[in-house]
């Protein structure tokens, strides 16, 4: 369950279901959604961001009233996580202090059984061998698609960007100019097409190569 929340936390939005919990807002609260249909990892999730101008603990008492008495708590070092498990969903409520002065509370909320059936599903993306897929997240947002691959591998530099660029060139993307930068242990590109286009990202540190591939689609 930690696991599950830690990573809820650290990336994610979603679509309005009726179906799905809906938390109450604190008094003289603002409300922003972080986004629209996404998925981390192939798990359908909604996540808002809920702000107040109030000290951290008002936000923890009204989100641990809510929750009732059955949940989990997990303090980090900036900010208090609660977690909650209601029916097929799974509830992570993320909260810390800014510098502005306000507190902020990350409210997510994962699909668990459409998290099970995720398990094992193809990328559909043809990857350099041997890469362990770190984050894979999925959103549409104004008819607009993107999805965003953090990877990790041995293979040099070179060996993944000519991989990722037949990718690429088969989804109908070219390489748009000269690399953004580009160095021994690190070259950015970006690429384009018809109403696509893709940045992909590399970074080579102790033997292993860092690799964020973002792709977007307009309608």
Request: charged fraction near 25%; proline fraction near 7%.
């Amino acid at each position: 369950m930690r696991l599950l929340a830690s990573a809820i936390v650290l990336m994610v939005p979603l679509w309005a279901v009726a179906a799905w919990p809906q938390l109450p807002l604190p008094a003289n609260a603002r409300m922003e959604p972080v986004g629209t249909q996404v998925r981390l990892n192939g798990i359908p999730m909604r996540i808002q961001r809920v702000l107040v101008r109030q000290e951290p603990e008002v936000l923890i008492r009204h989100y641990r009233d809510v929750l009732g008495p059955r949940h989990a708590v997990e303090r980090l070092q900036d900010r208090l996580i609660l977690s909650q498990g209601r029916d097929d969903y799974f509830v992570t409520i993320s909260i810390r202090a800014l510098r502005s002065g306000e507190t902020e509370a990350l409210v997510s909320v994962a699909d668990v059984r459409a998290a099970r059936q995720a398990a094992g599903r193809p990328l559909g993306v043809r990857l350099p061998a041997d890469s362990a897929v770190l984050s894979d997240m999925e959103s549409v947002d104004a008819g607009k698609r993107s999805r965003q691959l953090v990877l990790s591998n041995a293979h040099a530099i070179p060996a993944n960007l000519d991989a990722l660029s037949r990718e690429l060139a088969a989804r109908g993307m070219q390489p748009d100019g000269p690399p953004l930068r580009q160095r021994a242990s690190e070259h950015v590109q970006f690429f384009k097409g018809d109403k696509r286009e893709a940045q992909l990202t590399l970074v080579r540190r102790a033997g292993e190569t860092g690799i964020v591939l973002t792709m977007v689609e307009a309608p």
